[in-house]
């Protein structure tokens, strides 16, 4: 995870200080990448610890096409609740533009299901994508997430826009385009949710498993976060954990928490941090 402390520290010393609609000011940069190759390891950061099972059941919750944080509170799970409703509701999110994106047509479309069908029936093909942008669904950016959700529009407008898959020699790699990414928070989790559902979609294809890219739009570190993000560089980071699945559910709707388990995770102590809302 050197590549993610390098862009850190580039983001330090280069980045441009900048207003934002939390009125917590960030230090950002534009355009950047980092890729992991997951044959060696699951990218998920040891430089502190992470809550991979917050990482994990939001993955199962958007599968699962979910919008209300109900299923995450009920497994001990709270990164959502800034944003809800008082009866739990976030509007049309992630889970319901992955598997039920309503058409002109008047139908639902099951984005998820679409891609392993693709998957599995025409790997070569261009086009395994997933996109949550829903223009017809974004939030006003005035009002406050959950007014938005009130009214029937996303609480936030999604951040990790849009999925690909590619398929060579059986690998199978991904990549998402994050718009906008909060370096110290979001993007650990961005990157562990990506590398999760690229291991998901690789043990139902029987593919092995490839790369996973992370491409950003908007980079930055709120200002609140400088001292930690100090703390994170000042630390080496230790070898990579591994994914191991105990069983094989016969879709990938069907995952649950037990089916899976990271092995050798030894990350240094978790760093607390105040989230913009
Ligand atoms: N400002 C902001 N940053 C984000 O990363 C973010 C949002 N907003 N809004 C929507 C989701 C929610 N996400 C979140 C929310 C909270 C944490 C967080 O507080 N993480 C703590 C541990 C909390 C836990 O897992 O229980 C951490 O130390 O990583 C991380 C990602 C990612 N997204
Ligand atoms: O998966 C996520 C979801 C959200 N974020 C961060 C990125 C920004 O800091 C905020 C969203 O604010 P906008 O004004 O809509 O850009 O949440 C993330 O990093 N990862």
Redesign the pocket.
């Known amino acids: 995870m050197q590549l993610y402390l390098d862009l850190l520290r580039d983001i330090m010393e280069t980045g441009v200080d900048k207003n934002d609609r939390?009125g917590v000011g960030t230090r950002s940069v534009f355009g950047r990448q980092l890729r992991y190759d997951l044959a060696q390891g699951f990218p998920l950061l040891t430089t502190?610890?992470?809550?991979f099972?917050?990482?994990a059941y939001?993955l199962l919750w958007f599968l699962r096409g979910e919008t209300n944080i109900r299923f995450l509170r009920e497994n001990g799970?709270?990164?959502?609740d800034?944003?809800a409703t008082e009866t739990g509701e976030l509007g049309p999110v992630y889970g319901a533009q992955w598997r039920f994106w309503l058409g002109a047509d008047g139908r639902y479309y099951d984005q998820v299901q679409t891609l392993i069908d693709g998957l599995k029936n025409n790997p070569d093909s261009r086009r395994h994508v997933i996109n949550a942008w829903n223009v017809a669904l974004l939030p006003d950016e005035r009002k406050k997430p959950w007014e938005n959700a009130k009214e029937g529009k996303m609480a936030?407008a999604p951040?990790h826009v849009l999925y690909q898959f590619y398929v060579a020699h059986n690998r199978l790699s991904s990549a998402v385009y994050i718009r906008s990414?909060?370096m110290f928070?979001?993007?650990?989790?961005?990157t562990a949710s990506l590398a999760l559902f690229t291991h998901l979609i690789a043990h139902q294809c029987d593919f092995e498993l490839g790369e996973i890219i992370v491409m950003l739009g908007d980079a930055h570190i709120?200002r609140n976060h400088f001292s930690q993000v100090a703390e994170q560089l000042s630390r080496k980071p230790r070898p990579l954990p591994q994914l191991h699945f105990k069983r094989k559910p016969n879709s990938i709707f069907d995952y649950e928490y037990t089916d899976f388990e990271l092995i050798n995770y030894d990350p240094y102590p978790?760093?607390?941090?105040p989230?913009?809302?």
């Open positions: 939390t502190k610890k992470l809550h099972k917050s990482i939001e799970v709270t990164i959502w800034e944003w936030l951040c990414n909060d928070l979001g993007h650990p989790y961005n709120y978790a760093i607390a941090a989230i913009a809302v």
